[in-house]
């Protein structure tokens, strides 16, 4: 009786093992048809955005079919990211030099601004500084001229705009060990949320309130 007691316990534990191994199986294979579902669905979705790019008849509709492909793949591919952006940039400023109207030369000018921004990221990833300050430079001094638009929604957007690029810069210069300018551009970034008035926006200013942090920190003060 005790060797039958004995042989159904391993069975038992035989059998458990055996469901919870295929139990696994299913759940990888399942974790993999979803991944390659998802591969594939991303895919079409560039595909149909080439096309869009490729037919288009206005350069608008091109611009914003080349920042959603841009958002669905900056992370995995930084140089796609860098050429989409620069495709960007190029028709921003063939476009900006036409006889255009108050609304598509804010598109135009806004979008130039955004990829100046990006690149500039790119860059300041690769941890080539003076190049990535180059472009958050360029992005800064078109935010600047659009916040001082009459238009209140376009300037606080581009007021935003603003404090996203002293805050790039500020985190550079502090990487460079610039503490004293890192910190001017700091403190730019939190007037302009005061300026707002938007707490949802004071808040995203977390990034320079800890960059002001380090920079005091190795300061010594």
């Known amino acids: 009786m005790q060797g039958t007691g004995n042989f159904l316990k391993i069975l038992t534990y035989f059998l458990v093992g055996m469901l919870c191994s295929l139990t696994s199986l299913g759940l990888f294979a399942g974790e993999q048809g979803q991944a390659e579902n998802t591969s594939t669905a991303l895919g079409i979705r560039i595909d149909s955005l080439k096309k869009v790019i490729e037919t288009a008849e206005h350069d608008t509709i091109k611009v914003k079919a080349l920042l959603q492909w841009d958002n669905l793949i900056y ?4 140089e796609l990211d860098l050429e989409l952006n620069q495709r960007i940039l190029s028709l921003c400023e063939i476009n900006l030099e036409k ?3 108050d609304q598509e030369k804010m598109f135009f000018t806004s ?5 100046y921004n990006n690149i500039g990221i790119i860059y300041d990833d690769q941890s080539d500084y003076p190049r990535a300050l180059d472009y958050y430079f360029k992005a800064l001094k078109i935010y600047e001229e659009l916040g001082n638009k009459a238009d209140y929604a376009k300037a606080s957007s581009a007021k935003q705009g603003m404090a996203a690029s002293y805050n790039n810069i500020g985190v550079i210069y502090k990487n460079q060990s610039d503490y004293p300018r890192a910190l001017d ?7 302009i949320y005061e300026e707002l008035g938007n707490k949802a926006d004071y808040a995203k200013a977390s990034s320079a309130k800890q960059g002001m942090a380090a920079s005091y920190n190795n300061i010594g003060v």
């Open 75 to 78: 992370i995995a591919n930084p």
């Open 99 to 101: 006889e255009l109207s």
């Open 111 to 115: 979008r130039l601004a955004s990829s």
């Open 185 to 191: 551009y700091y403190f730019k970034v939190l007037k």
